[in-house]
């Protein structure tokens, strides 16, 4: 059984630009969520999809967004990047209730994120 | 919002020496996950743990959710063991509260 897919795996952009980074979840699983590592402030949440709703978002600007396409496929994108926005971006997959929070999550590999 | 702190920050063993580490969390939780992470950052599940004890190999971990903690043991560990274990807990929102984290190290 494939696990969760992230790419790309590593990433170098301008200060300014966008980028989008992607996520294949586990197959069956329809939960995925997005978490943001830094060595500052360690591993923060930023949002959870189940079956293409948003159930929950972290704390987080709105240049931080994300979206879940039918097959379970979850996209994040960041606009007007900044030089703090460098971070490892973990994306993790579960197969997810409708109603009683998580069930147990996997984590992909990760993409890292430099903005330079 | 919940709080959730692991002790030690940090442990140094020797090969072959046995460790706890601890993770106590402020509110009620839903579920609660051990990880591993590894030198390329990737999270490696350990534990799924909301109550109970469980053991794989030379780990085990346990979770007293009425007094808010779990602890996680690693026997006669080895130099593979090294890197930083995470817990995290979910209070039925859909979303992981990480701690902070202890970083291990093994020495062979």
């Known amino acids: 059984k494939a696990g969760v897919t992230q790419t790309p795996r590593y990433l170098i952009k301008t200060r300014g630009q966008q980028v989008t980074l992607s996520c294949s979840p586990i197959?069956?699983?329809?939960?995925v969520s997005w978490y943001q590592q830094t060595p500052g402030q360690g591993l923060q949440f930023l949002f959870e999809?189940?079956?293409?709703?948003?159930?929950n978002k972290g704390n987080f600007p709105g240049r931080f967004s994300g979206r879940q396409f039918s097959n379970s496929r979850s996209e994040m994108n960041v606009s007007t990047l900044e030089l703090g926005d460098s971070a490892l971006y973990l994306c993790?997959?579960?197969?997810?209730?409708?109603?009683?929070?998580?069930?147990?999550?996997?984590f992909g590999q990760g993409t890292r994120l430099t903005v330079v | 919002g919940i709080q959730v702190e692991q002790s030690p920050p940090d442990l140094i063993l020797q090969e072959g020496a046995n460790s706890t580490l601890r993770c106590n969390f402020s509110?009620?939780?839903?579920?609660l996950q051990w990880f591993h992470q590894n030198p390329w950052g990737q999270l490696i599940n350990l534990f799924y743990?909301?109550?109970g004890t469980k053991q794989n190999g030379r780990l085990s971990a346990t979770t007293v959710a009425t007094e808010r903690y779990s602890l996680l043991y690693i026997s006669s560990s080895q130099t593979t063991d090294s890197g930083v274990y995470f817990c995290?807990?979910?209070?039925?929102?859909?979303?992981?509260?990480f701690g902070t984290g202890t970083r291990l190290k093994v020495l062979a």
């Open positions: 993790a997959s579960s197969y997810g209730t409708a109603s009683r929070g998580n069930t147990e999550a996997f």
């Open positions: 197959s069956g699983h329809r939960s």
């Open positions: 999809y189940f079956s293409e709703t948003q159930r």
């Open positions: 509110d009620s939780v839903n579920n």
């Open positions: 743990i909301p109550s």
């Open positions: 995290a807990v979910d209070m039925g929102t859909y979303k992981y509260i």
